[in-house]
């Protein structure tokens, strides 16, 4: 889990149809945060799960790297 309050977002640098991309600063390191927007026209929440699920992959495969600035 993020403690939110050891988080800065700074600039947005990237967007797409449904998330946007932040250069931040968590805990002295420089990151990268993507702020997912749930669709407005997702009756069913079908969309939704599946940007949940693709998300969450994401995350797994980002979890295990470890980039040297």
């Given at each position: 889990?993020?403690?939110?309050?050891?988080l800065y977002?700074?600039?947005?640098?990237?967007?797409?149809?449904?998330?946007?991309?932040?250069?931040?600063?968590?805990?002295?390191?420089?990151?990268?945060?993507?702020?997912?927007?749930?669709?407005?026209?997702?009756?069913?929440?079908?969309?939704?799960?599946?940007?949940?699920?693709?998300?969450?992959?994401?995350?797994?495969?980002?979890?295990?790297?470890?980039?040297?600035?």
């Open positions: 889990m993020v403690d939110m309050s050891k977002l700074g600039l947005k640098f990237a967007c797409g149809a449904h998330s946007r991309l932040y250069h931040g600063i968590y805990k002295d390191q420089t990151v990268a945060v993507k702020i997912i927007r749930q669709p407005d026209d997702d009756e069913n929440g079908v969309l939704s799960a599946r940007l949940e699920k693709q998300f969450t992959r994401e995350v797994t495969l980002l979890s295990h790297l470890h980039h040297q600035m």
